[in-house]
């Protein structure tokens, strides 16, 4: 993942931080996407917030569930590692079926499934923790489909939905906190931001880059001089992570956007 798919906060909510009654121009907004960007990163990578509508196409490889090859050829299967036989991640339909696996963690919101162009009834599915697709009733997702034509026609299969971890209210409260330190630097007032601000005028007043050089994990905590956002970073990551911990199991394949 590239970085955070929505701002934290809006324009108003780094205004009403900032006391000033009017969000007039682009600046709120810029620096509210500013702020929710280096959050992003220095609290390893986690709350991308609400990034969607994506519409996949799932449909089943020539994969073999939980089989491994390993480098010198020695063939491993889901009993060797103690893997029920039930719980495929890696393919659709090819150990349970009802279960469709979806990129991106969580799941917000489904927001259509359509089969063969008509839309599933909301009622026949669910959410299962917090990254499948379960069809209910003993019911079975498509196991293949023509991906040649659009999800509108037969034999087609398509889920529409939104993904990604909100931040908790500190967050929020800690970008509003940046953000306003941001609009006062660029606005000539007064800020207590640390020196290594560096800022980039374009089209009248924006803020491009951020060199936060004093800004740092040391002595085992967050130093950023803004209460808000150390007791943030203090409580999301402590250890000073760069991005979310992925683990990897043997024989069970992997998909970058899945840890998204």
Same mark, same amino acid.
């Given at each position: 993942?590239?970085?955070?798919?929505?701002?934290?906060?809006?324009?108003?909510?780094?205004?009403?931080?900032?006391?000033? !009654?009017?969000?007039?121009?682009?600046?709120?907004?810029?620096?509210?996407?500013? +702020?929710?960007?280096?959050?992003?990163?220095?609290?390893?990578?986690?709350?991308?917030?609400?990034?969607?509508?994506?519409?996949?196409?799932? +449909?089943?490889?020539?994969?073999?569930?939980?089989?491994?090859?390993?480098?010198?050829?020695?063939?491993?299967?889901?009993?060797?590692?103690?893997?029920?036989?039930?719980?495929?991640?890696?393919?659709?339909?090819?150990?349970?079926?009802?279960?469709?696996?979806?990129?991106?963690?969580?799941?917000?919101?489904? !927001?259509?499934?359509?089969?063969?162009?008509?839309?599933?009834?909301?009622?026949?599915?669910?959410?299962?923790?917090?990254?499948?697709?379960?069809?209910?009733?003993?019911?079975?997702?498509?196991?293949?489909?023509?991906?040649?034509?659009?999800?509108?026609?037969?034999?087609?299969?398509?889920?529409?939905?939104?993904?990604?971890?909100?931040?908790?209210?500190?967050?929020?409260? +800690?970008?509003?906190?940046?953000?306003?330190?941001?609009?006062?630097?660029?606005?000539?007032?007064?800020?207590?931001?640390?020196?290594?601000?560096?800022?980039?005028?374009?089209?009248?007043?924006?803020?491009?880059?951020? +060199?936060?050089?004093?800004?740092?994990?040391?002595?085992?905590?967050?130093?950023?001089?803004?209460?808000?956002?150390?007791?943030?970073?203090?409580?999301?990551?402590?250890?000073?992570?760069?991005?979310?911990?992925?683990?990897?199991?043997?024989?069970?394949?992997?998909?970058?956007?899945?840890?998204?």
């Amino acid at each position: 993942m590239a970085g955070p798919c929505s701002p934290w906060i809006s324009g108003d909510d780094v205004a009403e931080c900032c006391n000033v !009654e009017t969000t007039s121009g682009s600046l709120f907004d810029t620096v509210a996407w500013q +702020a929710t960007e280096l959050l992003f990163e220095i609290s390893g990578r986690i709350y991308a917030y609400e990034c969607g509508p994506r519409t996949v196409r799932p +449909a089943c490889d020539s994969c073999v569930c939980g089989f491994q090859v390993l480098s010198r050829g020695h063939v491993i299967g889901p009993g060797d590692y103690g893997y029920p036989l039930d719980l495929c991640d890696s393919c659709l339909a090819a150990c349970d079926p009802s279960l469709v696996k979806l990129a991106g963690v969580p799941i917000r919101e489904i !927001e259509e499934v359509l089969i063969d162009g008509v839309v599933v009834n909301p009622a026949d599915y669910r959410v299962f923790n917090d990254r499948y697709l379960q069809r209910l009733n003993n019911g079975h997702w498509p196991h293949s489909q023509n991906l040649t034509l659009n999800d509108t026609e037969e034999n087609t299969f398509s889920i529409t939905y939104t993904y990604g971890a909100s931040p908790p209210s500190l967050g929020v409260s +800690a970008a509003a906190s940046i953000a306003c330190e941001l609009y006062k630097e660029c606005d000539g007032q007064t800020c207590v931001l640390p020196k290594g601000v560096t800022r980039i005028t374009r089209q009248g007043i924006t803020i491009d880059k951020l +060199a936060f050089t004093s800004w740092g994990f040391r002595e085992g905590r967050w130093a950023t001089g803004l209460p808000l956002v150390d007791a943030f970073l203090a409580t999301v990551n402590p250890a000073g992570l760069q991005r979310r911990p992925v683990f990897w199991a043997p024989g069970k394949r992997q998909y970058a956007q899945d840890w998204g």
